[in-house]
């Protein structure tokens, strides 16, 4: 019997070696970046939080989306303004043609040269480049709002991040404790085996205690790394060679975040959160759309102004000879005829739509569709937000309730674990059930761990709620 338990820990030890390289080659692999250097700067949930606000590239994307809405404003803007254009050409007309400035057919080589100027403006359009304009600055305050949220959300996806390093940082340390404590029990055990006092069967079974626990302390450095380069990624680090993270968070209620009701925080979050601002400015704008949409049903009336003048490079037929052979002359001068030639024409063009194969109408209709869509889209976003809120409540007190009674277990495990200590020192109980409780131990904290930041991060979700950022955001 005793042999087989021998080959059986045998096995285990070189399966738990195995992993353990496994392990450690996956950690250099991803996690390269994080080891090898002294760590030099420890950053804080803040330094992360505004230091993400400030690279990450999707916010970067949407600030490039408020410059494109600004740029349409502008675009918009310009519908007001006349429009004017200018326009030159220069021919050559070689035989039989008519002079366009004499009107007399003749066959010679004629070059003819035009100038003019033409400006127009809309008078009335429906009312079509009002709405434009007001819509392109609904979509100014629509893409803010867009980059708000985005930033919200970057700072509770770094806040999660944040807090998820500090949970392995924390399970790890508990984890090399253990491992400490199991190595001195190790030594002592090593020396009652050899006084006869306890069996060597102990020794093997904390051998293996100890290996486990060497194979934990792996994978808890590996979640940690991995941790630290998905907060590095997030920030957008470029080098993070020595990036980590303070210690420094506790799980308090520093806002006092609970003593509201979710009456309450829902109702401030009506009046705060972004995703609400946002639905109703894109509500705004489909109203607008729908305006601009009917303008098209009714006339348009554009003022216009023209000017031209032309001049010709050809001799001028001035009268015939005694043989009846025609006279020319040169051509009068380029100028004298540009001022000799000159028009004007102005007026107002009214145009009537009577019939288009109801497009104006669909398009009228698709708008209104668009409009019922956003109508919902407002009402849905509302009823969201209060589900949200009620939900994050529950969540954060239940998040409070299972991390109170996870400590109060935890004092009961230390208890239990020191009462099993005492019987083990003096050989009142075997090693299989001391480890047991030891087990039992280091589960109630690590659930303690796992709980504490549990709760904290759902409390920032509530705050997050009420309006209190993690760091103030700052419009660009």
Not at 364 to 391: A, F, M, P
């Amino acid at each position: 019997m005793l042999n087989l338990r021998s080959h059986l820990l045998c096995f285990h030890s070189k399966y738990m070696k195995i992993n353990k390289y496994n392990s450690l080659l996956f950690a250099a692999l991803f996690g390269l970046g994080f080891s090898g250097h002294a760590q030099s700067k420890q950053w804080t949930l803040e330094e992360c939080v505004r230091y993400a606000l400030d690279n990450n590239i999707t916010i970067k994307l949407s600030e490039l989306d408020v410059k494109s809405a600004d740029i349409d404003k502008r675009g918009a803007l310009g519908s007001y303004l006349p429009s004017v254009s200018g326009n030159a050409s220069h021919s050559w007309n070689i035989g039989l043609n008519v002079n366009p400035v004499t009107n007399i057919a003749t066959t010679q080589t004629t070059q003819y040269s035009s100038v003019g100027v033409s400006a127009g403006v809309d008078i009335y359009k429906g009312l079509q480049n009002q709405n434009t304009y007001r819509r392109t600055k609904l979509a100014i305050i629509a893409s803010q709002y867009q980059l708000l949220k985005m930033q919200e959300d970057i700072s509770l996806n770094v806040a999660n991040a944040f807090l998820q390093i500090l949970s392995y940082k924390e399970e790890l340390k508990i984890k090399k404790e253990q491992l400490t404590i199991d190595e001195k029990r190790l030594a002592r055990s090593e020396e009652m085996v050899n006084a006869g006092t306890i069996p060597r069967g102990d020794l093997y079974d904390l051998k293996a205690t100890i290996a486990t626990d060497q194979q934990s302390i792996t994978v808890s450095e590996n979640n940690l790394l991995i941790s630290k380069l998905s907060l590095a990624q997030l920030l957008q680090l470029k080098e993070f060679a020595d990036f980590d993270v303070v210690d420094d968070t506790n799980a308090k209620d520093e806002n006092n975040i609970m003593a509201q009701s979710p009456t309450d925080i829902y109702n401030k979050a009506k009046e705060t959160r972004t995703e609400l601002k946002l639905a109703q400015t894109n509500l705004e704008i489909a109203q607008k759309n729908v305006a601009i949409a009917k303008g098209a049903y009714q006339p348009t009336l554009r003022g216009f102004y023209q000017f031209s003048t032309s001049a010709s490079y050809s001799d001028r037929l001035v009268g015939t000879d005694g043989s009846g052979n025609p006279i020319y002359a040169g051509p009068n001068s380029v100028l004298d005829q540009f001022s000799d030639n000159k028009g004007h024409n102005f007026g107002f063009q009214l145009n009537v739509p009577i019939f288009n194969g109801f497009s104006v109408r669909n398009n009228v209709e698709r708008n209104k569709v668009s409009l019922e869509k956003s109508k919902i889209d407002l009402e849905q976003k509302s009823l969201d937000l209060q589900r949200n809120v009620y939900t994050a409540f529950t969540n954060a007190k239940g998040a409070l309730n299972t991390y109170e009674s996870s400590t109060v277990t935890l004092e009961a495990r230390q208890q239990a674990y020191n009462y099993a200590k005492e019987k083990y020192d003096v050989g009142l109980m075997n090693s299989f059930d001391f480890t047991q409780a030891q087990t039992l131990l280091t589960n109630a904290q690590s659930d303690v761990i796992r709980t504490k930041y549990d709760y904290i991060f759902k409390i920032k979700i509530l705050e997050f709620y009420f309006g209190i950022p993690i760091v103030p955001i700052i419009a660009k």
